[in-house]
């Protein structure tokens, strides 16, 4: 019922930028905290970004901090991530997720997630 389908990873040199679009169905998008995770090799799965239902406040991980923006777009059912001045560091698989109540930087607490899109960052 619910899917969630991340799009737009692909392979950038560092100081590049990649924009990533996670497209929802099967529940009321507008009514949901959204929020994307990333999963680097050999390593747990990490929160990067939140934004609120409504799109007004936005949170994110320090390691991102400055240099991601989350967004949506309630009307299209669409959570962007975009990414600049990547670093090789940055590579890594990334996850969109719906929030159960609320958002988390805690991966247990999401009950949905999209197949993942891989962001690759050269140095």
């Known amino acids: 019922q619910v899917q969630l389908v991340e799009s737009g990873g692909g392979l950038v040199q560092a100081g590049g930028s990649l924009r990533l679009s996670c497209s929802a169905s099967?529940?009321?998008?507008?009514?949901?905290?959204m929020s994307w995770f990333r999963q680097a090799p050999g390593k747990e799965r990490e929160f990067a970004a939140a934004v609120m239902w409504n799109g007004v406040t936005a949170t994110y991980a320090d390691s991102v901090k400055g240099r991601f923006t989350i967004s949506r777009d309630n009307g299209k059912k669409v959570v962007y991530l975009q990414m600049n001045s990547l670093k090789p560091e940055d590579t890594a698989v990334y996850y969109c997720?719906?929030?159960?109540?609320?958002?988390?930087?805690?991966?247990?607490?999401?009950?949905?997630w999209g197949q993942g899109t891989q962001v690759t960052v050269s140095s």
């Open positions: 997720a719906v929030s159960r109540l609320r958002w988390s930087v805690r991966a247990d607490d999401y009950n949905y």
């Open positions: 099967g529940f009321i998008f507008g009514s949901k905290d």
